[in-house]
């Protein structure tokens, strides 16, 4: 019996969000986005995670916080540079960022806690390509910028930005990679 689930896995392909644009996205497919994004093991349901969505206006506004921060750090960037910061979330239709919101707990571990948000992260971006979106998981230097994070109301050093997911419209389908070759990773233990 042939399992669709299994042949958009075998082939799903994260875009990059320089090869995406802007586009309108339901507001039910995000909200199902959103849903099926936390539907993650999570061993104590303790949810260490907060999710920002940015869309509409809001990606603009950000991307000003993004642009400043940015010049803070590089007082010689070009204009191009700059303007680039400034409209970096404009590449995308939403962008949702994942927060890592570790719980104090007696004997769930915050690694247990990372594993999770990791799901998170990657049930939000499969959700988004499972509905035809162009999606792509993101860290770069504005997950770790302080100003950045003051901005999302990070003040407790024990929270963290664990990815941007961009989504938006496809311009063109992804071209295959290299995969990992499974047999060199894989290993069948025996007693």
């Given at each position: 019996?042939?399992?669709?689930?299994?042949?958009?896995?075998?082939?799903?392909?994260?875009i990059?969000?320089?090869?995406m644009?802007?586009?309108?996205?339901?507001?039910?497919?995000?909200?199902?986005?959103?849903?099926?994004?936390?539907?993650?093991?999570?061993?104590?349901?303790?949810?260490?995670?907060?999710?920002?969505?940015?869309?509409?206006?809001?990606?603009?506004?950000?991307?000003?916080?993004?642009?400043?921060?940015?010049?803070?750090s590089?007082?010689?960037?070009?204009?191009?540079?700059?303007?680039?910061?400034?409209?970096?979330?404009?590449?995308?239709s939403v962008?949702?960022?994942?927060?890592?919101?570790?719980?104090?707990?007696?004997?769930?571990?915050?690694?247990?806690?990372?594993?999770?948000?990791?799901?998170?992260?990657?049930?939000?971006?499969?959700?988004a390509?499972?509905?035809?979106?162009?999606?792509?998981?993101?860290?770069?230097w504005?997950?770790?910028?302080?100003?950045?994070?003051?901005?999302?109301?990070i003040?407790?050093?024990?929270?963290?930005?664990?990815?941007?997911?961009?989504?938006?419209?496809k311009?063109?389908?992804?071209?295959?990679?290299?995969?990992?070759n499974m047999?060199?990773?894989?290993s069948?233990?025996?007693?």
């Open positions: 019996m042939k399992n669709k689930f299994i042949d958009f896995l075998l082939k799903r392909r994260s990059t969000a320089k090869k644009r802007s586009s309108t996205i339901k507001k039910e497919d995000l909200e199902n986005i959103l849903k099926s994004g936390i539907r993650v093991p999570d061993h104590g349901a303790l949810s260490p995670w907060k999710l920002i969505v940015f869309k509409g206006e809001a990606r603009k506004t950000f991307g000003e916080v993004l642009k400043n921060s940015f010049l803070k590089n007082p010689c960037a070009s204009s191009e540079e700059i303007a680039f910061e400034k409209n970096r979330f404009m590449r995308a962008v949702i960022c994942v927060l890592s919101c570790p719980v104090k707990h007696k004997s769930i571990p915050v690694w247990e806690m990372q594993l999770s948000l990791a799901a998170v992260c990657m049930n939000l971006l499969t959700s390509q499972s509905m035809g979106y162009a999606a792509q998981w993101v860290t770069e504005y997950a770790y910028d302080k100003d950045v994070l003051n901005a999302l109301g003040n407790d050093s024990s929270q963290k930005v664990s990815g941007f997911i961009y989504v938006g419209e311009i063109n389908d992804p071209i295959e990679r290299v995969r990992p047999s060199n990773l894989t069948f233990w025996k007693n």
